[in-house]
């Protein structure tokens, strides 16, 4: 069954408070939600903190638990949270210039290793496909990659400079070790090892219909071979490549604007989200949450993709985060200025969940 408007609905499942000032971002374990491991996400917040949180279901109802608060260790606003494929560690950037691995030992989250180098605030964390590789990137313009060793050792690799402002968001590509970053400066850089050498391959910016204001997030496709960016100018666009030529030639197979979803939050788009199932959440500063899919209606001239569902008033303030979680459900977290998380289901009216 094709999803259109109309033919879902969004539940609201849960409302878990816990941080005392604004949540900026939020991590679902991967390792999670399937074959009887319950799900986790992480949360982090203005108020120092990071919080694990677990759903635990039970005969009488399905709620979810704080199981963790992770302090003491940054000094200022946790800004980007991020687990490992394996869901072993856990990867924290704070507004203190440093990012911290946890990992869970026994059911308590140890601080394993603080990794410094950037100037000042750090802004993302990303883990590459493998878990061998992670990505900082901050307000000091850089990106930096870490080589995660034996014995929970890192070694900065590369430091990248290539934006010429503050540096949002870093993500690597679902399948390749190719990193992303947004920025303040309006694009999309794409950086490849090129024998060691880590160097930008291609910058998506104005000249590429590319966005004309701050980029503040981006997610892939399932397959690697689709992305989506959101910004400061109001739109969401959507980006493709071949991916047949990333995995047999050199993997600078050029990405190119496919098309702009434009007129649906009138406030900043600071976060988006793809669905292994492809249907894209957005968060805003309208206090909204979007949901997107392909459109298959089979029109030449109809758009590549439309709106299927939109919440207003998802939260009381500005919408930081929404992310899918991994597992059966279709399950969505979002993350507001108000400091709550709430979980959303969303469900085919017909089949009450799924296809």
Not at 17 to 30: I, K, T
Not at 31 to 45: D, N
Request: aromatic share 8%; net charge negative; glycine share 8%.
């Amino acid at each position: 069954m094709e999803l259109s408007e109309g033919a879902c609905e969004l539940k609201l499942l849960d409302r878990l408070e816990g941080h005392s000032d604004r949540v900026w971002s939020l991590a679902w374990n991967p390792a999670t939600g399937s074959a009887g491991v319950p799900l986790v996400f992480a949360s982090c917040s203005g108020d120092k903190t990071v919080r694990v949180w677990e759903h635990a279901p039970s005969p009488s109802s399905a709620s979810w638990t704080c199981k963790a608060v992770l302090e003491d260790t940054h000094t200022r606003t946790v800004r980007s949270c991020a687990w490992s494929p394996d869901g072993k560690l856990l990867a924290t950037g704070s507004f203190d210039a440093t990012t911290s691995i946890w990992e869970n030992v026994g059911g308590d989250f140890e601080c394993v290793a603080t990794l410094e180098g950037h100037e000042n605030e750090v802004k993302s964390v990303s883990w590459n496909a493998g878990g061998t590789l992670l990505a900082t990137c901050g307000r000091d313009k850089s990106v930096w990659i870490w080589e995660a060793e034996l014995a929970n050792e890192f070694e900065c690799v590369s430091v990248l400079q290539g934006h010429t402002q503050d540096v949002k968001m870093v993500q690597w590509h679902p399948t390749m070790d190719v990193l992303f970053s947004c920025s303040y400066d309006n694009t999309i850089k794409v950086w490849a090892d090129d024998d060691d050498d880590w160097r930008c391959v291609q910058t998506l910016g104005e000249p590429n219909n590319g966005h004309s204001s701050t980029i503040w997030a981006l997610s892939f496709n399932a397959s690697g071979d689709k992305m989506v960016s959101c910004s400061d100018d109001l739109t969401l666009k959507i980006w493709e490549t071949n991916n047949m030529n990333m995995h047999s030639g050199d993997g600078h197979a050029p990405w190119r604007h496919l098309c702009t979803l434009s007129g649906y939050h009138d406030r900043t788009i600071f976060s988006v989200h793809w669905s292994s199932e492809g249907i894209i959440a957005s968060g805003a500063a309208d206090d909204g949450i979007r949901f997107f899919v392909e459109n298959k209606d089979g029109l030449v001239d109809g758009p590549l993709y439309k709106l299927l569902l939109k919440k207003e008033k998802a939260h009381e303030m500005d919408v930081n985060s929404v992310q899918w979680s991994p597992g059966e459900k279709r399950l969505l977290a979002s993350a507001s200025d108000d400091g709550t998380i709430k979980i959303w289901e969303l469900a085919s009216l017909c089949t009450g969940n799924g296809y």
